[in-house]
């Protein structure tokens, strides 16, 4: 049961915003909210996680509602380079889902 | 940031016989240490959990006689698939928790492992 749902896969235009959804309905009140990404045949990359408050770091932003049932990863200005499977986690020792295969296009 | 190494990267071996793959943690002593496989075109599964000199946690459907968890240093942790069959071809990543960094994991790049 990996206790979270996404989209299967979304694109974002180059430059632009790229905002992923995470539904997390069942998420009990200590448990943090991960973001990893994985490209293709690496093994995946930490982003960025958090609790109640919002969060921002020198990769992504980090929204979570305020009943903490759902959370969105911002990639301010996605580039070709962020085109990559991410993964919102929720349990410790981590489960994962099916993740969102992003695209970035030119 | 923590920094995980797998070696090798990629491995072949004949049916029947032992692979070992490592898992060190570059920067850090990891006290715990977790062992994923993954399937083309599925997601990561975990296998199990390892703790620094102590028998691994294994998840339900793996079996702890065929993929051998050794975890004797707070650097380094082994896993040994015996008597490998071509089913067993996949993707195992290694993952360690920085203990001074919370409870995130840092994954290695992963090993490619081929049963001929």
């Known amino acids: 049961d990996a206790k979270t749902t996404q989209p299967t896969s979304m694109d974002c235009a180059e430059g632009r915003a790229a905002n992923l959804p995470c539904n997390h309905s069942?998420?009990?009140?200590?448990?943090?909210v991960y973001w990893y990404r994985q490209i293709h045949s690496q093994g995946p990359q930490y982003i960025i996680h958090?609790?109640?408050n919002n969060e921002t770091n020198e990769m992504a932003s980090l929204i979570i509602t305020e009943d903490r049932k759902s959370s969105t990863l911002i990639l301010p200005h996605a580039t070709l380079r962020d085109t990559a499977v991410y993964y919102c986690?929720?349990?410790?020792?981590?489960?994962f889902g099916t993740g969102t295969r992003l695209k970035v296009l030119a | 940031g923590a920094v995980v190494s797998q070696h090798p990267s990629w491995v072949i071996c004949k049916s029947g016989t032992s692979v070992k793959i490592e898992c060190r943690s570059l920067?850090?002593?990891?006290?715990?240490m977790f062992w994923y496989r993954q399937f083309p075109k599925q997601s990561l599964m975990l296998m199990a959990t390892s703790n620094e000199g102590s028998k691994a946690t294994y998840e339900q459907g793996v079996e702890k006689d065929k993929f051998l968890i050794n975890h004797a240093s707070l650097t380094l942790s082994t896993l040994t698939v015996t008597s490998a069959h071509p089913e067993d071809s996949s993707f195992y990543i290694c993952s360690a928790r920085d203990p001074r960094q919370g409870y995130e994991q840092y994954f290695g790049p992963g090993t490619r492992l081929t049963v001929t």
């Open positions: 069942t998420i009990s009140g200590n448990e943090y």
């Open positions: 920067d850090f002593q990891a006290t715990t």
């Open positions: 986690i929720v349990r410790d020792p981590y489960i």
């Open positions: 958090g609790l109640k």
